[in-house]
């Protein structure tokens, strides 16, 4: 058994922002922390010790984005792994940093678990949620 993985769960709409927490919180891997909106986010990172894995919708509310939320997070915590999330079919894919995994709503919660996995495999050693 290993330590449980810090996730940063970023996201404007709080129902969801619950049900990816709920989904997350199901397993032995994961703590969670709900964070709604960029301006929430980045505050957020500037005290928080460690996050191991952020997952960020793409479209957030306080004057920054998914992507470049996540591209703050890769500076601050170099070992993060990224899950970048939309429904907008004009996001570019090349546009996450390369360490990070898409995903594309909608998605199941395995689809999440396995995007989170990929992502952790990305930045370290292989991981097993």
Known sequence: MGT??????VYDDALLLQS???RLSMT????TVQVKGGNGALS?????PLIDVIVAD???AGGTNGIALCQRAIERYPGIAVVVITADTEVDCAEIPPRGVFLRKPFSGERLLESIGLALERVGPTFQA
């Open 28 to 31: 032995d891997s994961f703590q």
């Open 58 to 60: 793409v479209i957030l």
């Open 4 to 9: 449980k993985k810090t996730v940063l769960i």
């Open 20 to 22: 990816l927490d709920m």
């Open 44 to 48: 957020h990172m500037q005290n928080a």
